[in-house]
Structures are given as structure tokens and as C-alpha cells.
């Protein structure tokens, strides 16, 4: 019996050593920083429910991911982040998305869909920049963002695949106070 158990349970230590000794191998990240950047991004001026973006910092460098509809806001992010006390240099990989009439209006029915009075999640849409962002590439969607439980993350992702004109919708919605997947 301790054999079974033991060679069930090997992996996950094994899995579990090789990441905590990678963890601890990476510099601590100076909390004020994050902060400081995540405030920044949150705050450019045209920075809304049809874009994303996230950063990693390692040491005193900055990378920036993520997809946005403008090009000035990928540049103004990288100047924004750049001017931070504490970074040295910015990583920037944030994707601009190509223009096309055809996702605007995909943009603009999801989220019609998603935020629209007669929806549950309409309490989300009055945020200053609703914690539930449409992503649409090439006629793919793609949703990100934070809820508040399951049962809402499921419901924007049906409301999702209503939409007429999309070829797929793929939800990256997080529970909060879960880790993301």
C-alpha cells in the first residue's frame, strides 16, 4: 500500500522541489514596484474593455504582454513604464491587432452581449474600465479578465458564443481570489 501511494505521489514532489527551488532562485519583486506599474497601465488615457494588458518584472527589467486595438496605446505603455523609478529597461511585447471593420463590429456586439442592460453582468460594465475584456483577433474572441465566481464566467462565456460571425470564443477569465491557470 505505502509503495502505490509513494510512487502516485513521487511526480508531484519531484514537481514541487523543481519549482520551489526555481522560485527561490528568482530576486524578490519589490511590491511598490508592481504597484506603481499596474497603476500606470491602468490609468493610459485610452486603455478600455477591448484591451489587455499584464507585465512580468524581472529584476529591473520590464516585459510587457498583452493585445490592444491602438498603437499609441502599446507606445504610451512603454513610455508610462519606462519612466518608473526602479526600471532600467522595458520588454515590450504587447501585439497591436490588426485593423479590420469586421472585429470592430464583433467588438461592439460582444460587448452589447456581454454588458448589455437585460445582462447579469451588467454590474461589471460600471467599473472604470469593466474587469471582464473583449479580445477579438481575425474573428476569434478571446476573454480575459477577473469575475466573481464561476457561474458569472460561465454566463459571459455563453453570452459569448451568441454572437453571430465568430469563428471561436475562449474564455481566460480567472475567479477572483484564485490563482490563474
Known sequence: ??????????????????????????????PHLVREIR??????????VFDW???EVQGDTVVLRGQVVRPTT??????RVKDIEGVARVDNQIETLPLSPSDDRLRFALYRQIYGQNSPLFRYA??????????????????????ANKG?????????RGVPGLFSVKSELTIEGEQPR
Open 152 to 160: 458569472d464566467a460561465n454566463i459571459a462565456y455563453i453570452r459569448a
Open 126 to 147: 460600471t467599473q472604470a474600465v469593466p474587469s471582464i475584456h473583449i479580445i477579438v483577433d481575425r474573428g476569434h474572441a478571446t476573454l480575459k479578465g477577473v469575475v
Open 39 to 48: 497603476h500606470e497601465l491602468a490609468t493610459l488615457p485610452y486603455y478600455g
Open 74 to 79: 502599446k507606445s504610451d505603455a512603454g513610455a
Open 53 to 55: 494588458l499584464q507585465f
Open 1 to 30: 500500500m505505502c509503495a502505490i501511494v509513494l510512487r502516485r505521489c513521487l511526480p508531484v514532489l519531484v514537481l514541487l522541489v523543481m519549482t520551489s527551488s526555481s522560485l527561490l532562485a528568482q530576486a524578490p519583486v519589490n
